[in-house]
């Protein structure tokens, strides 16, 4: 039973001494207070209240093809030219342009994503067609706002 108490003991003061150390680190406390600020894991925007938004962002897109129900309500469409946004509203039209041929297309906001770190938006299989990412798969692109 001593035993057991002087391996709790040492443990909880373990943990004492490295609370201390990870608290102290400064990289630590910011991503805490970033973490802190953004828990549902949405998009937090820095456009000012009442100005247009012509482009909400750029960087990778994928693509989805696999029959699923969508977040709007019904089922994925691989034939339609719809996408997945993790924070513009469901209805919204963007113009989706690849940055390496500059081929765009206009699809509709109907589904959540996607959920993978470093993409922005998930394309229906035909638009990504449209614009010749599916052979690699992903591809970084320009969104721009088009309206509801």
Request: aromatic fraction near 10%; charged fraction near 15%.
């Given at each position: 039973?001593?035993?057991i108490l002087l391996s709790t003991s040492l443990l909880f003061m373990l943990q004492t001494v490295l609370l201390q150390i990870v608290v102290a680190d400064p990289a630590t406390?910011?991503?805490?207070?970033?973490?802190?600020a953004n828990r549902n894991g949405a998009a937090r925007s820095t456009r000012k209240p009442g100005s247009r938004a012509s482009a909400?962002?750029?960087?990778?897109?994928?693509?989805?093809?696999q029959p699923q129900k969508v977040s709007a309500g019904g089922t994925f469409d691989p034939h339609a030219?719809?996408?997945?946004?993790?924070?513009?509203?469901?209805?919204?039209?963007v113009r989706v342009t690849h940055a390496g041929n500059g081929r765009s297309v206009d699809v509709k906001i109907n589904d959540r994503g996607p959920f993978t770190g470093g993409r922005i938006i998930d394309l229906s299989k035909?638009?990504?067609?449209?614009?010749?990412?599916?052979?690699q798969g992903i591809a970084r692109v320009k969104i721009t706002v088009l309206g509801q």
């Open positions: 039973m001593r035993s406390a910011a991503s805490r207070k970033i973490n802190k909400p962002g750029s960087g990778i897109a994928s693509f989805y093809w030219m719809t996408a997945a946004h993790r924070t513009l509203p469901f209805g919204t039209r035909a638009a990504a067609e449209l614009i010749g990412m599916t052979a």
